[in-house]
């Protein structure tokens, strides 16, 4: 019974990576990451993940505020705070978040303003998805973690 | 500061391979970065430290006494860059092998300054086993 438990949870997981990759969510660069994870740091996706969400929280923020004032002229520090975004999104496996974060960077090159705020609203929903996805994922990995850790008397 | 993490041994197929331990310096101001890059170096057998920028990087060259195997260093990094520091670092006689690790909106003209800066590779991000491996497998000869 126990067991069955255990398996519907994988199944839960395996569905749920199935359709954040079919979705174009994530790529094969999500794979690198789980594979690289092992037993002696079996928290290393959770913990890198958690890096990319305190990182680009950072960064979206500070994209709003600086799109947000009206003096606001400095195309070139939007440029790179989105090279940082594309490239930690690139290193996670982000592709959505990725794919809009490039968008959002011609619009910056080309210093147009009001597509720089559609560009924003864009990644902030993409970004906000994958978060939630992610969340979903790391919870059916723990109640898998922890059916598997139950032992019942014989 | 810097910090320091270790790997091991790597078992090919059914075969021990003996292997020396690599010693790398990762210098990257992005934390993912730095923690990615350590995964990998540990995964194929190497210990590293990590550097948060240029600068941090050179000081610990300053006295002459760091050996490093290889230096898998970033490009854009506020404080000192990667161009900058593999500079440095090559006047000041460091003799490891250094990897640049440049991102995809980087142009050519951006990625052959770094080259000439002296650099012994160069690779665009994101870092993989597969991508790294090949570069370095000779450093594992003991």
Redesign the interface.
Same mark, same amino acid.
């Given at each position: 019974m126990l067991g069955l438990g255990v398996d519907r949870l994988q199944a839960d997981i395996n569905r749920l990576l199935a359709s954040l990759f079919h979705q174009g969510v994530l790529d094969e #660069?999500f794979l #690198?990451?789980q594979q690289?994870q @092992?037993e002696t740091?079996p928290n290393?996706v959770y @913990? %890198?993940i958690n &890096?990319?969400f305190d990182?680009s929280e950072k960064l979206l923020r500070n994209l709003r505020l600086l799109l947000m004032d009206r003096e606001f002229s400095d195309y070139k520090k939007i440029g790179l705070h989105l090279? #940082?975004l %594309?490239?930690?999104s690139?290193? &996670?496996g982000a592709r959505r978040v990725r794919n809009v974060c490039v968008a959002f960077?011609s619009a910056s090159e080309l210093s147009n303003r009001p597509g720089c705020l559609r560009g924003l609203e864009v990644v902030e929903h993409e970004y906000h998805y994958l978060k939630n996805m992610m969340h979903e994922l790391f919870q059916l990995e723990q109640q898998r973690i922890l059916a598997a850790g139950v032992r019942y008397p014989m | 500061m810097a910090t320091k993490s270790t790997g091991g041994t790597e078992k090919t197929k059914s075969i021990e391979v003996k292997k020396k331990l690599i010693n790398v310096l990762i210098v990257d101001d992005d934390p993912l970065n730095r923690r990615l890059h350590e995964m990998i170096i540990k995964t194929i057998g190497g210990i590293s430290q990590t550097a948060k920028n240029g600068e941090e990087a050179v000081i610990l060259h300053r006295d002459g006494e760091a050996s490093f195997d290889l230096i898998l260093m970033d490009k854009e990094m506020p404080e000192r860059d990667g161009v900058s520091t593999t500079k440095k670092l090559r006047e000041m006689k460091v003799t490891s092998m250094i990897v640049g690790v440049t991102s995809v909106a980087d142009q050519e003209e951006e990625r052959k300054a770094f080259m000439e800066a002296g650099l012994n590779h160069c690779l665009e991000k994101p870092l993989t086993k597969a991508k790294i491996f090949p570069l370095i497998s000779h450093l594992f000869d003991a």
């Amino acid at each position: 019974m126990l067991g069955l438990g255990v398996d519907r949870l994988q199944a839960d997981i395996n569905r749920l990576l199935a359709s954040l990759f079919h979705q174009g969510v994530l790529d094969e #660069q999500f794979l #690198q990451l789980q594979q690289l994870q @092992d037993e002696t740091s079996p928290n290393f996706v959770y @913990d %890198v993940i958690n &890096i990319y969400f305190d990182e680009s929280e950072k960064l979206l923020r500070n994209l709003r505020l600086l799109l947000m004032d009206r003096e606001f002229s400095d195309y070139k520090k939007i440029g790179l705070h989105l090279n #940082q975004l %594309v490239g930690s999104s690139s290193s &996670i496996g982000a592709r959505r978040v990725r794919n809009v974060c490039v968008a959002f960077r011609s619009a910056s090159e080309l210093s147009n303003r009001p597509g720089c705020l559609r560009g924003l609203e864009v990644v902030e929903h993409e970004y906000h998805y994958l978060k939630n996805m992610m969340h979903e994922l790391f919870q059916l990995e723990q109640q898998r973690i922890l059916a598997a850790g139950v032992r019942y008397p014989m | 500061m810097a910090t320091k993490s270790t790997g091991g041994t790597e078992k090919t197929k059914s075969i021990e391979v003996k292997k020396k331990l690599i010693n790398v310096l990762i210098v990257d101001d992005d934390p993912l970065n730095r923690r990615l890059h350590e995964m990998i170096i540990k995964t194929i057998g190497g210990i590293s430290q990590t550097a948060k920028n240029g600068e941090e990087a050179v000081i610990l060259h300053r006295d002459g006494e760091a050996s490093f195997d290889l230096i898998l260093m970033d490009k854009e990094m506020p404080e000192r860059d990667g161009v900058s520091t593999t500079k440095k670092l090559r006047e000041m006689k460091v003799t490891s092998m250094i990897v640049g690790v440049t991102s995809v909106a980087d142009q050519e003209e951006e990625r052959k300054a770094f080259m000439e800066a002296g650099l012994n590779h160069c690779l665009e991000k994101p870092l993989t086993k597969a991508k790294i491996f090949p570069l370095i497998s000779h450093l594992f000869d003991a």
